[in-house]
Nanobody
């Protein structure tokens, strides 16, 4: 059974930094696209950053220059380094990955980790 387990959320003051991690486990053959999404109260879930297997990246405009997505394919892990955090970054952050396993190729989600930025 494939799982994505996130860690690294918490409470931080505006201007601070946090690093999120998301590790995939299970009988995995390969991991294609990986991404971080977020959902603030009363808002739709939005894509924050994505990264391909060969590390091409894309970012939400509002986080460009502040957030960095990276991955370690050997560890089946994706990271999100968040710098210069703002109160509007407060949300539950979810990792997402397209994983090929014995169950075929499917989209998986982590359980979510809360990030709260105080002003």
């Amino acid at each position: 059974q494939v799982q994505l387990v996130e860690s690294g959320g918490g409470l931080v003051q505006a201007g601070g930094s946090l690093r999120l991690s998301c590790a995939a486990s299970g009988f995995i053959f390969s991991i294609n696209h990986m991404a971080w999404y977020r959902q603030a109260p009363g808002k739709q879930r939005e894509l924050v950053a994505g990264i391909t297997r060969d590390s091409r990246t894309n970012y939400l405009d509002s986080v460009k220059g502040r957030f960095i997505i990276s991955r370690d394919n050997a560890k089946a892990t994706v990271y999100l380094q968040m710098n210069s955090l703002r109160p509007e970054d407060t949300a539950v952050y979810y990792c997402n990955a397209e994983i090929r396993s014995i169950a075929g190729s499917n989209d998986y989600w982590g359980q979510g980790t809360q990030v709260t930025v105080s002003s």
